[in-house]
């Protein structure tokens, strides 16, 4: 594995991620359609990412996105704030009075039993959605303050058109800089269900200056076009020849790439989830701590905290095989609390790659 990050003494920004930032309203363990409170909070998979860096790997993170000058705008402010992510990037637009730009909303149920987790998506002309070439000074973020770590996915990328051709921008004068290049694949049956575009398509236009891709089992299948067979998701951890195949297959098509990790669940129920990852670093392929029926509180979020864990890992220059094993610990410590960003603390992390119980801390 041949990463090479900018020390940290030669960058302003250790990571930096470009996507939507929506307000998520949440129902607590009621239902959106009866609701009559919702907690307010932030999220969006590219910046639930930074996030976690910020809030729990203690990383200097800033995020590239839209919001509408509106007091709504202002509230999502306040929330990326709060989550030690600077806003020098944000691009404000002006309120038309009506709502033709606006924030998204995201309602979200966490679920309960075989009552499986829902999000309902109200983002239609939001303001990152109208992001285009040229809103950016990609000059002003890579070259003159430089940047360590870019990430960005597919759920920015899937947005609409302009977004698909801003992410293509932001990826090649990342990698031009010589900031590492994450790709978190992250399909969304949602978005893509109202675009008149292939999700594959688009995707794949996205990878040849990406260093680190991330996704699922179905976003490499949907989201990437690949064929994958169908097996419980244990077989990844146990037949890791399963994986060395896949990636095989992507680096065939896109051998400028690094590392590969995979996100592994089973949703047994909302409430109890198979959960692991598994790794490709060069030639090697490793596995992390798989687990059986794992209690989550909301699974929003899970990914996005695999994918924190690994790139924070190897930003502090940890093996691929410790990587992984960050990348789930943290995954499913993002899952035991309410919204879609972390709230665990780097000591939790590092203990939950090996704990075998939940004794009380005293």
């Known amino acids: 594995m041949t990463l090479e990050l900018l020390d940290a003494d030669q960058a302003r920004w250790d990571c930096v991620s470009l996507g939507e930032v929506m307000l998520r309203l949440d129902p607590g363990s009621g239902r959106v359609r009866t609701a009559r409170e919702f907690r307010a909070s932030e999220g969006g998979g590219e910046y639930n990412v930074v996030r976690a860096l910020s809030k729990v790997f203690g990383r200097r993170a800033v995020v590239v996105t839209a919001l509408v ?26 309120f038309d009075g009506l709502g033709f730009t606006r924030v998204g909303l995201n309602f979200t149920e966490k679920g ?19 992001m285009a070439p040229g809103d950016v000074d990609w000059r002003r973020l890579f070259d ?17 058109e302009s977004t ?24 969304r049956k949602s978005i893509w269900t109202a675009a008149d ?14 260093d680190v891709l991330f996704g699922s089992i179905g976003d490499f299948q949907t989201g ?14 146990e037949e890791p020849e399963r994986f060395e195949s896949l990636c095989r297959a992507i680096r065939s098509d896109f051998p400028q790439i690094e590392v590969i990790a995979m996100s592994l669940r089973d949703s047994r129920t909302a409430g109890f989830n198979h959960w692991g990852g598994v790794i490709s670093a060069g030639d090697d392929v490793h596995a992390g701590r798989f687990h059986r029926d794992l209690e989550i509180y909301d699974r929003v979020g899970g990914g996005d905290g695999f994918v924190s864990g690994i790139i924070w890992a190897l930003m502090d220059a940890k093996s691929p095989s410790e990587a992984v094993d960050v990348g789930v610990a943290h995954g499913a410590l993002t899952m035991t609390t309410p919204g879609d960003t972390s709230m665990a603390t780097l000591d939790e992390v590092l203990r939950a790659i090996t704990s075998t119980d939940a004794r009380a801390e005293r």
């Open 164 to 187: 698909a051709n801003l992410t293509d921008e932001a990826i090649r004068a990342a990698n031009r800089a010589g900031a590492v290049v994450s790709y978190d694949v992250n399909h």
């Open 197 to 210: 575009r292939d999700p594959a398509a688009v995707n794949r236009r996205m990878l040849p200056h990406v």
């Open 224 to 237: 990437l076009g690949f064929d994958i067979e169908d097996c419980p998701v244990e077989a990844w951890v």
């Open 112 to 130: 309960f039993g075989i009552r499986p987790p829902l999000g309902v998506s109200d983002r239609a002309n939001s303001a990152a959605s109208k």
């Open 69 to 94: 000058d509106n007091e709504v705008g202002h509230l999502v402010e306040d929330l990326i704030m709060a989550g030690g992510v600077r806003t020098d990037h944000v691009t404000w637009l002006p």
């Open 144 to 160: 003159d303050e430089r940047v360590r770590w870019f990430h960005t996915g597919g759920i920015f990328a899937g947005l609409s």
